[in-house]
């Protein structure tokens, strides 16, 4: 199993209700997530704005610490290490982001960028490690002397990409990462990454609130609704006999790009 | 002219010459929802800003006409081309959060534009306000009227939004990608309350829009447009059933759809890129004559 | 899709020129005083007293700005007093920059109790009011030039850490800092390499500004006859000088008053024209 997640609590401060004097109200954001990921999965992770979807990724990364449940990555309990106990394993767990505006820093190059995190762990030949990654996500290699701000969208994207990749991660969280971008770099993207899993035998999880997306993409379906998980099954089963009210609320909503669809 | 808004050959350039809009025609009927569709940088929402009078200020029209009932508001001067879009086309924008006044009620920001533009007494305005809010759908009018927006869902605030461009009765709605923002299950709920006023009111609707999936939904007619020219003009059912120009084909195979279970994607192929790219180019090469 | 970004360079604009120019003629002028002052600007000649400049009748070869009341020479004044001007804004605006950055960076990415008692710590700070302040603490320390720098230091840290604060707070927000903790990079790495350089650019504007300040702040403190000793020239001496005899004798005011505001105008304007020029993401 890549990841075992078991009753996993989340809560935050909520700073809005803080009173003039003492702690703030904490806010619930997730009540008690169980479900494994195995090795080579790839699973969507789908719900509304609210839904805790990007808390939960945040967690499995330990960019967050849960308050409550474990989370077990490759065996080892993740649940309530400290960074400095986290960092030694920290390349086998990446992150793509969604917005590659905010996550890559607008002040280097693409090349130190995707250069940065390998030397922090250590690997050697680093320029020829850079070029393999640009190759991987299909950017040429002169790009590696860019500013984020120079490319476009779907080009800083595959940056972000590159960079996890590049990591060789046994695990990669992808937090919507098509949302910002054009249906056609948007498809490029997908298959990009889905090569890249299978290619690299990697295991992903797909944070997505677009189902023809997940569908697209993912072997596993994870349905979550204010902070709880309503629905988990086979991508084919949940499309074909979606089990919950609110799966079934979700397909129903979606337009397809077909002016026949009985779309009420 | 036909139609309630018929844009002729609108050209829109960049202060160093570079176009945005190319020769852009388009007609919306009374009771019509014509939609935009693009990708970004496609000049889709410029469209809208060029006939409300809202262009970034590096922007100006360069040539073209823009009838808007019956008037060309290009031959208008400033201040008589305000007044005619404040009396007959209204806006719902994209994002509901900083479409509202964050420290100002609901109330006032809805009757505001009745009492400024078109003089209606406060008390008739608030009348209007408290019957637009429940044709909207939004129970409980009066408290609303009195909430700030933080206090409000952004599908609620969609709701207002929507309101107060029905407010003084337009005869042209511009709506620029009004559900992005919202989860799917909203979208479906803010889409539909828009088609009900549009027809309702009988108004002419623009719907600016990057998904073919919501266009299906809602438009009766669309143009596709590249690069600020617009490379299809179809009928609704038509283009879904067989799109003729490659790019729209393109675009429509790009689109995922969950319904599809081998779930291939297509991007827009390059030799199609190189084909519309080359319309563009022959287009600039007959306007610069 | 279609993409208009590309690498254009701009030119280096008319600002960053003009300051530039005058900064470095200024710093030339300071190096060099010894050799071009026409002058020895402290030698007194009462019968060459309130000479007016070249172009006026009654001017006397040589002293090309005139002379004060004294029959000291202004142009070698100005030019020895831009010396202490220059040494008083690059070591207080640079002492200035580094404390103030320093804690502003560290309350603005750590938060926290570092956040907590820094920000206090401002907050009292600028309750003082600051030329009060300056001329409190120049009485206790004595007049001088350490006096001086530290004075300056002391009044102004604090809007270097408010403004870095805020900027390292909005840049914490960014997910590349996320990424760099995905990356396994240590919180202080974290600051150093993905924060640092990108509130570099606002230091950058500050630190021109702030030295703009400090020789403000010196003209002010002569003027009040805080500064160093009246023996060596200063901007701020001169014009506090000249204020009483400008009936009789304008230029000795005129000219400091000028090459004081153009040297504060051209440090803000290059700190606006290095921002403009160099940062990889306003190019």
Redesign the interface.
Known sequence: MMYEIRDLHLSLPDMTRKPLLGAAPRIEILKGLSFDVPKGAVLGIVGGSGSGKSTLG?AM?R?LEPTGGSIHFAGTDITHRT?DQ???M??R???I???PM???????RVGGIIA??LR??GMDGLTARVNEALDMVGLPQNFAQ??P????G?QRQRVGIA?AVA?RPDFILADEIVSGL?V??QAQVLNLLGNLVKDLGLTLAFISHDLSVIRRLCNRVLVLHNGEIVEESETATLFDAPQAAYTRELLAAIPLPDPYQPWG | MSGYLSIRNLTVCLKSG?PILRSVSLTVSAGQVHGLVG?S?AGKSMIGKAVLGTLPRALHVTSGEIWLDGVNLLSLSQTERRKQIGATAALIPQDPLTALNPSKRIGPQITRRLVDILGWSKTKAQQRALELLDEVHIPNATRVMRSYPHELSGGMRQRILIASAFAAEPKLIIADEPTTALDVTVQKQILRLIAEMQQRHDTALLFVTHDLGVVSKVCDTLSVLY?GKVVEDAQMNRFFMRPIHPYSAALLAATPTYTDPTGSLTP?PEHV?EYV?KEVAEHDVRAAR | ???????EKRPIGMRLWLSGGWLTVLVLAALCAPLIAPKDPLMQDLFLGRLPPFWMDGSEPGYFLGTDSLGRDVLSRILYGARLALIVAVIAGSLTCIVGATLGLVAGFYRGWADRIISRFVDIWMAFPPVLFAILLIAVLGPGLTSIIIAIVVIDWTRFARVIRAEAMSQSA???V??????????F?TMM??IL??V?PTIVALLTLEMGIAVIVEAILSFVNLSISTDSPTWGGMISEGRTSVHQAWWVLVFPLITLFLTVLSFSQLGEGLKDRF???LR
């Not at chain 1, 905010?102 to 280097?108: A, C, G, Q, Y």
């Not at chain 1, 701000?149 to 476009?152: P, R």
């Open positions: 945040r990364l960019l960074e986290l960092r030694g920290r390349q767990f990446q992150m982001f969604q917005d905010s996550s890559l820093n607008p002040r280097r940065g995190p922090l762990h860019r500013y701000h120079e490319l476009s779907g960079r990591l054009d056609s770099s | 570079a990708e940088g690069a827009v890129i790219e | 899709m279609r993409d208009a970004r590309g690498g960014m997910d590349y996320a990424s760099a903790q995905v990356a396994g990079r240590t919180r790495g390499t993905e350089p990108n570099l940062d990889p993401v």
